[in-house]
């Protein structure tokens, strides 16, 4: 899976470029998620690239989901996984918390970059717009 890939039980959302594209392969991934057992909804927003998929975590067995994610972009989409509930149940897994361990740099990152951009923005629009009041 190309870009974000977010989850929490009961919640995952994926941004793709394939998502930003209106094709048979997206509508076709679109109706196989939604008739997914335990899928509650299925929300695609197609200017950022984006499928949020609301579903039962105790009924809905999430590899599928993944699987069908996979299918958009043909190659194998990784989770990254933040809640508590997940870290407990694979407590006793390295690689998943090697996984977690080696996303925090990138999310950092890019807070990092956000803060550097937004008081770029603001010192460009406080030179241009004089000094405040």
Partial sequence: MTGYLHHVPGRLRARSQAFLRN???RKNTLRQLQALDGV???????KAGSVTIVYEAEATDV???FDLLAKVDS?????VYFSKQKRETTS???STSSSLMAAIPSMVGKVALNILV???VNYSL?????PRV
């Fill in 23 to 25: 094709t048979v392969q």
């Fill in 40 to 46: 509650r909804s299925v929300r695609l927003n197609a």
């Fill in 63 to 65: 590899q599928q989901i």
């Fill in 75 to 79: 190659c194998q989409a990784e989770p």
């Fill in 92 to 94: 006793g897994s390295d």
């Fill in 118 to 120: 937004t008081r770029g």
């Fill in 126 to 130: 406080s030179s241009l717009l004089g």
